[in-house]
T-cell receptor
């Protein structure tokens, strides 16, 4: 069965420091991997995705993520965190088999960037 | 990125009444849309897949007679919460996959409060 794990409920980091939000997945076949960010009382905003190609994917707002097939991970990273990055981050995966576009979601990680 | 709108952004209704939420893809066509429910500080729960021109596909445990979905056109899906009760109070979010990018884009969400 397909699944996504975000092992940390909350990540705290000081402004200016690098941040990492972890995600591991389990899916049959080649995965489509996504990161979304949610600000309070708002919908989700797309940050970045991996479908094929370079393992290091760059996305919006200076975020990037590295696809690691051997570790089945897709951790989200940013070299220097901003207070405005404080939000809820979701990792999601979709298998590429068939025509099923449903995403499987992690439980989310709350990122707090302290000034 | 692509734009998906939702209306209304918030609604308060009395118990027993019905509420309709609209989801529109503004700059692309979507044969499929997804409806999610989100409880405070929790992940997304997929309720159903809305299919243009055919019946929606409901996830296990979601009452199709209570949460009516209509996908009337390639840019509009509606979710009607019938005979709403306080336990239906939640944040409802729709998404639409933009097929050419293999990415789902989300509406801003609708906060439903049933008194």
């Amino acid at each position: 069965a397909q699944s996504v794990a975000q092992p940390e409920d909350q990540v705290n980091v000081a402004e200016g420091n690098p941040l990492t939000v972890k995600c591991t997945y389990s899916v049959s076949g080649n995965p489509y991997l996504f990161w979304y960010v949610q600000y309070p009382n708002r919908g989700l905003q797309f940050l970045l995705k991996y479908i094929t190609g370079d393992n290091l994917v760059k996305g919006s707002y200076g975020f990037e993520a590295e696809f690691n097939k051997s570790q089945t991970s897709f951790h989200l990273k940013k070299p220097s965190a901003l207070v405005s990055d404080s939000a809820l981050y979701f990792c999601a995966v979709r298998g590429n088999a068939g025509n099923n576009r449903k995403l499987i979601w992690g439980l989310g990680t709350s990122l707090a960037v302290n000034p | 990125g692509a734009v998906v709108s939702q209306h209304p952004s918030w609604v308060i209704c009395k118990s027993g009444t019905s509420v309709k939420i609209e989801c529109r893809s503004l700059d692309f066509q979507a044969t499929t849309m997804f409806w999610y429910r989100q409880f405070p500080k929790q992940s997304l729960m997929l309720m159903a897949t809305s299919n243009e021109g055919s019946k929606a596909t409901y996830e296990q445990g979601v009452e199709k007679d209570k949460f009516l979905i209509n996908h009337a056109s390639l840019t509009l899906s509606t979710l009607t919460v019938t005979s709403a009760h306080p336990e239906d109070s939640s944040f409802y979010i729709c998404s639409a996959p933009w097929e050419s990018t293999d990415t789902q884009y989300f509406g801003p969400g609708t906060r439903l409060t049933v008194l």
